[in-house]
């Protein structure tokens, strides 16, 4: 399976935006690309995924090279909410299995 | 009522107990998984069902084995649970009609002494 390669944490302040990178440099032409975050005490959810174009949702943006050997979530403005671990995940196409990683741990400072 | 619900939510347990850890879902989702997290690291998958006639293997199964009763329910099991299996267990469903993305519950702690 494709691997992928994130900072272990990073710090951000409220309100302030925040890009989380990841290096999937193994990436093959149909690997989706996945972010997860896991909130304390919770299962992991769902923040949102693409293939090739960036991707805007409620919750975030993804930035996708154009090479797609790396991506960002961008998190517009930081709240305390959202401070969490964030796992990049690339996904295949059979069976929606995801393999995770040890993701970024992120710190929001208030 | 959380669509994702997993009882027990924690369990402490001896060596050598059989453990059933249960996971139900109102998604109407034909995929199922288990993972297991230990602390400070990622999830890793433990079974996986793509339909109630359908059981496979992931990364970690032996010490373990699962039943998918229907639809909506999939359970695991530790025959003769370890202390190494003290760890945090999530269940995940999933649809072949979307683009992947996994809806997880809250988890079940089993610590085994």
């Known amino acids: 399976d494709a691997k992928t390669t994130q900072p272990n944490s990073m710090e951000s302040n409220e309100e302030e935006p925040v890009h989380l990178p990841c290096n999937h440099s193994t990436i093959s032409g149909t690997d989706y690309i996945h972010w997860y975050r896991q909130l304390p005490s919770q299962g992991p959810e769902y923040v949102i995924h693409g293939l090739t174009s960036n991707v805007n949702n409620r919750m975030a943006s993804l930035a996708i090279a154009e090479d797609r050997k790396s991506s960002t979530l961008i998190l517009h403005r930081a709240t305390l909410r959202d401070a969490a671990v964030y796992y990049c995940i690339l996904r295949g196409n059979a069976g929606n299995m995801l393999t995770f990683g040890g993701g970024t741990r992120l710190m929001v400072k208030p | 009522d959380a669509d994702v619900t997993q009882t027990p939510r924690n369990r402490i347990t001896k060596t050598g107990k059989r453990i059933m850890l249960e996971c139900s879902q109102t998604k109407g989702h034909d995929r199922m998984y288990w993972y297991r997290q230990d602390p400070g690291l990622g999830l890793r998958l433990i079974y996986y069902?793509?339909?109630?006639?359908?059981?496979n293997k992931g990364e970690i199964s032996d010490g373990y084995s699962v039943s998918r009763q229907a639809q909506a329910k999939f359970s695991l099991s530790l025959e003769s649970a370890i202390p190494n299996q003290t760890a945090l267990y999530f269940c995940?469903?999933?649809?072949?009609?979307?683009?992947?993305?996994?809806?997880f519950g809250e988890g079940s702690r089993l610590t085994v002494l």
């Open positions: 069902s793509f339909d109630v006639k359908d059981i």
């Open positions: 995940a469903t999933g649809s072949a009609l979307t683009t992947g993305e996994l809806f």
